[in-house]
């Protein structure tokens, strides 16, 4: 046995589990040389994680509050890196963004700037502040601050609508995963996730949660490095993809020539016909400040700070964050340009009749991510022709090939004609961000219906084991209505999940930033930054989604529309000042901003009390003074 | 930690503490500022320069500014803790 307990052995523990993983993965290998079927390598990849995952819940399950809320605060540094990797990289960064830097270029590098930057905001923002405040949740930050119920509540709703859209995008990325890997249909995929994601998060709260996206990490990056590693090492004899993948640039460059592709991947701001836009800059600029600030306001993210020690170890702990984000994040442009290579140098060109077997393995009927679309009656075997008109010369041309920004990673392997086992292990990947990051969000609606709903507003005598059991009742009934909502509308992933953000952005930011770095301001002027800042961002983001032939009639020229797809319906999309409506946030956070400055300006300064309080959050050390009702 | 009894600083030490803090958040801002959005602004321009195959502008969306980020958050870290420990107000 180990000596000292988990927390003492944390490096040892952690240690063995990664040798165990590896040895895993090579022993899959091994099976796959033996003979044994695909099929059956990838039920081994999904049920083996999920069982790990599930044994860690299980181990790691509680009845104490302070454990399920917050992991018993013992969380250091490092590990609690780690963790807010996991609950940090989704479905989107880990199966999405690579894909849309494929198909984007430059322009797809918004996601990489927009969610690493905003760990600066964190850093010096928010989280040594938050983790001195020392309480359980978000919104009991704002009903500490802005006095009481109705800034609690408010910060309530918006968590509640900015992480219910982002797990159902989580859950649509497991049901992805698990569609192609267990050959069940999209809906039902989603269902089975879902198991996984419940299994950890309902037995032990965060404590559970944080321990199990430690384990996840490590899954999720070795996935996520070894393909693109090998790759590299093939293409350019170098297994450092990171600094070899500028010479493979040049050469997608050349081949975009060969192929008569107007928009080069390297170049920024460019329009569809290769020419400079600045309204691409515009759009980019501001996709990146939405993903930032979304960063420094969303809850799940935030409450893992609450977790460590120390405000030191916090603050330490959002560079470790920041660290093993970067390990994913600074590879992923890598991963598009060796797949965009890969796509353009050894696929295009082929006869449709000798094509690689994964093309209809992933273009099948139910999954549809992938179209070879050069015969007249191509979209009866391949969904996605649909609408494609090919020339029917029995040769795959570039514009006759049909891939989905979501399978981009996760097909990369089989493109390539890697051995089955590093496909297995890049599902097992993407499973794991998705599963971890729905696990934080689920944790994080369940804590503020629970926490701060239930408990804080309705019945503040609610024993410890009934504030729990309601805690893990509500978990079960959102996490089912996101896995019916992501079922329904279908898998698509990165547009939600940039609504999550901006929703969050536009909701929290101003609240906390001036809750902490402005004394004065008032509790009314917190109350109508939250409620400004919101209905804007709402206001626009359903507007422009779903109204957007009104509001073009209202906004007459200062609105573009554009026809979208989006999963299975066709939409007219509206573009107000040409902004797209996936950085929505752009027109809710100055909005919050200056609504609450003005009122905080003019109305009726903060009291003593709550001065007191804020100056006592300030500071590392010392008691925190609690103000106005909550006052012990 | 806990163990020992934290003396309330005063209230010229308090304004001086916070304004060293301030400063330090608004210098890591317009760091960020810069290597989060304005060097962007120039990628078409610095794309003209290449690295190792890489066009600059892109680099520096892909890599250089991400760098930056880590290297800022862990400065953060080191400096506050550096002031914390000045003013004898470290939670540790």
């Known amino acids: 046995m180990l000596k000292g307990g988990f927390l003492a052995n944390l490096g040892k523990v952690y240690g063995i589990y990664t040798g165990g993983f590896i040895g895993f993965t090579i022993l899959i290998g091994l099976m796959e040389l033996a003979g044994v079927p695909n099929y059956i390598l990838g039920y081994f990849f999904i049920f083996l994680t999920i069982g790990i995952y599930a044994l860690i819940g299980v181990l790691s399950r509680t009845a104490e509050v302070s ?3 917050v992991a018993g ?6 590990y609690n890196g780690m963790a807010t990797g996991a609950d940090w990289m989704s479905a989107a960064s880990f199966i999405g963004m690579a894909g849309s830097l494929y198909f984007g270029g430059y322009d797809g590098l918004a996601f990489v700037l927009g969610w690493t930057g905003g760990y600066v905001l964190v850093a010096i923002l928010m989280a040594p502040y938050l983790r001195k405040f020392g309480q359980f949740t978000v919104p009991d930050f704002f009903s500490a601050r802005y006095g009481g119920n109705l800034p609690r509540g408010l910060a309530v709703i918006v968590l509640v609508c900015a992480s219910l859209t982002y797990v159902v995008a989580q859950i649509g990325g497991v049901g992805i995963i698990t569609s192609r890997f267990l050959g069940i249909p999209f809906q039902a995929a989603c269902f089975v996730g879902l198991i996984g994601i419940l299994v950890c998060s309902l037995l032990g709260g965060m404590k559970a949660v944080t321990w199990t996206q430690v384990a996840q990490y490590i899954i999720l990056i070795i996935a996520y490095l070894v393909p693109v590693v090998i790759l590299s090492a093939q293409v350019t004899g170098i297994p450092v993809p990171q600094i070899t993948y500028g010479g493979v640039l040049e050469k997608i460059e050349a081949l975009e020539k ?6 080069s991947h390297v170049a920024p701001f460019a329009n569809a016909k290769g020419e400079y836009s600045a309204l691409a800059m515009w759009n980019f600029l501001a996709l990146i400040l939405c993903l930032m600030v979304g960063t420094a306001s969303l809850p799940h993210i935030l409450m893992r700070y609450f977790t460590t020690p120390s405000v030191r170890q916090a603050r330490d702990s959002v560079g470790w964050s920041l660290f093993f984000i970067f390990l994913l994040y600074f590879t992923a442009p890598a991963y598009a340009a060796f797949a965009k290579y890969e796509v353009y140098s050894s696929l295009i060109g082929q006869p449709i009749a ?19 679309c050069d015969a007249a009656n191509a979209v009866a075997q391949f969904p996605l022709c649909k609408g494609v008109v090919g020339n029917a010369d029995g040769i795959l041309q570039l514009s006759e090939f049909r891939i989905a920004a979501d399978a981009v990673v996760l097909a990369t392997p089989e493109i390539a004609g890697l051995p ?23 944790l994080a609606i369940a804590n503020a219906l629970s926490h701060d709903i239930y408990y804080k507003m309705i019945d503040p005598k609610a024993d410890t084991k009934r504030r729990l059991i309601t805690s893990r009742i509500l978990l079960l009934i959102v996490a089912v209505i996101a896995a019916w909502i ?4 279908g898998n698509s992933i990165l547009f939600l999940v940039s ?13 906390l930033v001036l809750g902490i770095w402005w004394k004065r301001c008032g509790n009314a002027a917190g109350v109508w930054g939250i409620i400004a800042g919101f209905g804007a961002c709402m206001f626009f983001l359903v507007t422009t989604e779903f109204q957007g032939p009104w509001l073009k009639s209202v906004m007459g020229d200062w609105v573009t529309l554009s026809k979208l797809t989006r999963g299975t319906v066709v939409r007219e999309v509206a573009y107000p000042f040409g902004i797209n409506n996936i950085s929505v946030g752009i027109f809710g956070i100055p909005t919050a901003f200056i609504v609450q400055l003005l009122v905080g300006y003019f109305g009726r300064p903060a009291s003593q009390d709550m001065q007191d309080f804020i100056e006592s959050i300030r500071v590392p050390a010392g008691e925190v003074k609690m103000a106005g009702l909550e006052k012990a | 930690m806990a163990a020992t009894p934290h003396q309330p600083l005063s209230r010229e030490r308090a304004q001086e503490y916070w304004g060293r803090t ?24 610095l794309n003209s320069i290449r690295i190792l195959g890489f066009p600059f502008g892109f680099y520096m969306a892909a890599q250089g500014s991400l760098i930056v980020f880590v290297f800022l958050c862990f400065w953060n870290a080191k400096a506050q803790n550096k002031i914390d420990e000045e003013f004898g107000v470290s939670d540790e």
């Open chain 1, 420 to 442: 089955y086992v590093v496909s297995g292990l890049v599902a097992a990947g993407g499973l794991a961000a998705a599963l971890s990051t729905a696990d934080g969000l689920l």
């Open chain 1, 499 to 511: 609504w999550a953000f901006s929703i969050a952005a536009a909701g929290l930011f101003a609240g």
């Open chain 1, 67 to 69: 454990e399920y809320y």
């Open chain 1, 486 to 489: 992501a079922g329904t509308i």
């Open chain 1, 354 to 372: 000798s094509l690689p077997p994964w093309v209809a393995n992933w273009g099948r009927e139910g999954l549809a991510l992938v179209g070879a």
């Open chain 1, 258 to 263: 060969t192929l008569g592709v107007a928009k």
């Open chain 1, 73 to 78: 605060r013992t969380v250091p540094a490092f």
């Open chain 2, 22 to 45: 301030s400063k330090l958040m608004w210098t890591i801002l317009v760091i960020w500022f810069v290597f989060g959005f304005l060097i962007h602004m120039f990628a078409p321009q």
